[in-house]
């Protein structure tokens, strides 16, 4: 073979290694499961509500108070999943203890956490707890986080950011037959993804 030949022959080689990098490149999540960057207006979020966070973002927000809650680092139970159409835009994550173990915790056995966009109902759900939180009725609370933030007696916080609201929920499974005696236990985790969504929620 000419030296000529092995000369192409090796272009040949190299650009088809290149090749293989840029689709490698290209077919990579830079922005969580849906491929899409940060939501910056609302109407984003809601064809997109999984891409607030990234997995391993998530997972870092919640990693302490998850293994204060059941004992063992968390890990997701398959991807997160969007909700979209004329009703709310939800994100859901179903976290398990990491490698499939049982939690510590009985009660918590998987918790299902949710990040949504409250289209209709917002407001009212707001007015509703801040009026709960200044009746001093159970665990409603007022809190400083975003414009508006209010946490509920259900395991969740209401949120307005600019002039949108969203809701941060948790449900633990099986859960405690008493919600209430649950809430101190699963609260600061709520908390604590309410805090970093406050900061990347689209505000109109």
Known sequence: MSVRAL???RRAGTAAALATVLTALTSCSLFGSDDVARPDSVSKFDEHPCA???ETEMINII???YLHLTGY???LSNGPTATTGKGDTTCTYILQPKGGVKSAAAEVQELELSVGHAKNDGVAAMSSCVTAAGSGAG????????QQACLTAQY???LKV???YYHINGNPQPGWPNVADGHSVVVPLILAVARSAADRLPRS
């Open 52 to 54: 607030v966070f990234t």
């Open 63 to 65: 990693s302490e108070p």
């Open 7 to 9: 000369v192409r022959l």
């Open 139 to 146: 665990p409603y609370q007022v809190l400083p986080i975003a």
């Open 73 to 75: 680092a968390p890990e």
């Open 156 to 158: 969740d916080v209401w």
């Open 162 to 164: 600019g002039s949108a």
